[in-house]
């Protein structure tokens, strides 16, 4: 089973700062990764897809990248609605599986 | 607009068995793969269970395999997830998912509904 690790678990930054989560297999996935966000009680949302493929609706200040083991979602100047978690998530190899998250907190 | 509505959850005693159903609307149902993912609560997600879009192929995490049983109603546009044998493990969030694409199975869920709740306890 591919292990996600996602660093950090938790992020605290202010209104128009960049945020930086990377999200690290334990081998390699290619690009076929994925990243989720979660707001509390809410469902998750997909927003990127193949690494680095914004989904439909996603704010153009989120990008993602990587490849093989490592990947980035940055979000270039946050906004209060940005707090909430966010999953990576590969479907490289069965099973399909998700890291653990970062809780990203705005000030 | 796309619309899941799962359904079905509940307080069941280790052993028994229950039957979660997901109404979709506002998509061609039969063109896309529909999921199961599962989160308890305050924690991570884990994929459970997965149907092709003609129920051709179906694929179960290890944890639920041989216990757990996934199926489709095109004709009503429902997904179920008929699940046996439960373990207070089992106990999550249950979300129906969409697969992003049509046809063959990409296994990126770009549309969940709300989540039926399932308590595995005696």
């Known amino acids: 089973e591919i292990v996600l690790t996602q660093s950090p678990a938790t992020l605290s930054l202010s209104p128009g700062e960049r945020a930086t989560l990377s999200c690290r297999a334990s081998?390699?996935?290619?690009?076929?990764s994925a990243w989720y966000q979660q707001k509390p009680g809410q469902a998750p949302r997909l927003l990127f897809y193949?690494?680095?493929n914004r989904a439909t609706g996603i704010p153009a200040r989120f990008s993602g990248s990587g490849s093989g083991t490592d990947f980035t979602l940055t979000i270039s100047s946050l906004e209060p609605e940005d707090s909430a978690v966010y999953y990576c998530?590969?479907?490289?190899?069965?099973?399909?599986?998700f890291g653990q998250g970062t809780k990203l907190e705005i000030k | 607009e796309v619309q899941l509505a799962e359904s079905g959850g509940g307080l069941v005693q280790p052993g028994w068995s229950l039957r979660l159903s997901c109404a979709a609307s506002?998509?061609?149902?039969?063109?896309?793969?529909m999921h199961w993912v599962r989160q308890v609560p305050g924690k991570g997600l884990e994929w459970v269970s997965g149907?092709?879009?003609?129920?051709?192929?179906?694929g179960y995490a290890d944890s639920v395999r041989g216990r757990f049983s996934i199926s489709r109603d095109d004709a009503k546009n429902f997904l179920y997830l008929q699940m046996h044998d439960l373990r207070p493990e089992d106990t999550a969030l249950y979300y129906c998912?969409?697969?992003?694409?049509?046809?063959?199975?990409?296994?990126?869920?770009?549309?969940w509904g709300q989540g039926a709740l399932v308590t595995v306890s005696s």
């Open positions: 998530q590969q479907r490289n190899s069965w099973p399909y599986t």
């Open positions: 193949d690494a680095s």
């Open positions: 081998q390699s996935v290619a690009t076929y």
């Open positions: 506002g998509f061609t149902f039969d063109d896309y793969a």
């Open positions: 149907i092709s879009w003609d129920s051709g192929t179906t």
């Open positions: 998912a969409k697969d992003k694409r049509s046809g063959s199975a990409a296994y990126y869920f770009d549309y």
